[in-house]
Nanobody, 123 residues
């Protein structure tokens, strides 16, 4: 399974960006999916996750109320709508496919990872 993420870029603080991630096979449609990010000099951290049917979602406290994860299984695609962006959101964002159908907050439970897309938020 290959994952292709897109939608990153440069935005001013307070602005919005929408990320998308498409899996090359339908495997992702039966699995939970998630977004993680890694800022310069920091470890990778969990951002958001969604179960296989979209019925369950979890968010990191730092993005709760600002980011929304969703998915379209017909398109094998997961989305991350990011609003009210802050400079602290600057990072490379990675999408991933979980090992199970559940939404998972731990990177341990993910088996496939995309290459990442850079999001830069200027102050």
């Amino acid at each position: 399974v290959q994952l292709q993420a897109s939608g990153g870029g440069l935005v001013q603080a307070g602005g919005s960006l929408s990320l998308s991630c498409t899996a090359t096979r339908r495997t992702g449609s039966n699995n939970g999916m998630g977004w993680f990010r890694q800022a310069p000099g920091k470890e990778r951290e969990f951002v958001a996750t969604i179960s296989w049917n979209g019925g369950t979602t979890y968010y990191a406290d730092s993005v709760k109320g600002r980011f929304t994860i969703s998915r379209d299984n017909a398109k094998n695609t997961v989305y991350l709508q990011m609003n009210r962006l802050e400079p602290e959101d600057t990072a490379v964002y990675y999408c991933a496919v979980a090992r199970t159908a559940a939404a998972s907050t731990s990177a341990y439970y993910y088996q496939y990872w995309g290459r990442g897309t850079l999001v830069t938020v200027s102050s």
